[in-house]
């Protein structure tokens, strides 16, 4: 079965070598994907210190940002944000974020209910709180 890879020129660009989705017969499938603003190292939602460790954050920034760039990505590859299937969220703080995390999932998913796995992870390779894994339909 042939594949063909996608890389959105909308959405922030890999931290690694690899592309933003990959079409695998009709399903789609999509890298992690963060709330990195494209262009930049700029995270929404997240303040540094001057050596790049975390101050404070923002889940629910953090959030919209990334489902936004989780849209994009579905989008610029020739699906739609109802052909989302199946979600992986991974979280650094499951107790302190899950809450305001899973409010903004129901805004963002209340038409289209995809499967979903939450994981609480010890860390991300940038300083953020929230990734996406996702399949979607194409």
């Not at 063909?4 to 499938?29: M, Q, W």
């Not at 020739?78 to 974020?97: H, P, Q, R, S, Y």
């Given at each position: 079965?042939?594949?063909e890879?996608?890389?959105?020129?909308?959405?922030?660009?890999?931290?690694?070598?690899?592309?933003?989705?990959?079409?695998v017969?009709?399903?789609?499938?999509?890298?992690?994907?963060?709330?990195?603003?494209?262009?930049?190292?700029?995270?929404p939602?997240?303040?540094?210190?001057?050596?790049?460790?975390?101050?404070?954050?923002?889940?629910?920034?953090?959030?919209?940002?990334?489902?936004?760039?989780?849209?994009?990505?579905?989008?610029?590859?020739?699906a739609?944000?109802?052909?989302?299937?199946d979600?992986?969220?991974?979280?650094?703080?499951?107790?302190?974020?899950?809450?305001?995390?899973?409010?903004l999932?129901?805004?963002?998913?209340?038409?289209?209910?995809?499967?979903r796995?939450?994981?609480?992870?010890?860390?991300?390779?940038?300083?953020?709180?929230?990734?996406?894994k996702?399949?979607?339909?194409?």
């Amino acid at each position: 079965m042939s594949s063909e890879k996608f890389d959105s020129n909308r959405a922030p660009e890999p931290v690694g070598a690899y592309p933003h989705s990959r079409k695998v017969g009709n399903l789609l499938f999509l890298s992690g994907v963060g709330p990195r603003e494209r262009g930049t190292k700029k995270i929404p939602g997240v303040e540094l210190d001057a050596d790049g460790n975390i101050e404070s954050y923002d889940i629910e920034t953090q959030c919209r940002s990334v489902f936004n760039n989780v849209k994009t990505i579905v989008e610029d590859s020739g699906a739609k944000w109802e052909n989302v299937v199946d979600v992986t969220v991974f979280l650094t703080n499951m107790k302190d974020d899950f809450k305001a995390y899973n409010k903004l999932y129901a805004e963002f998913f209340k038409d289209n209910q995809p499967c979903r796995t939450t994981l609480e992870i010890k860390g991300l390779p940038t300083p953020i709180a929230i990734e996406l894994k996702v399949i979607a339909t194409i």
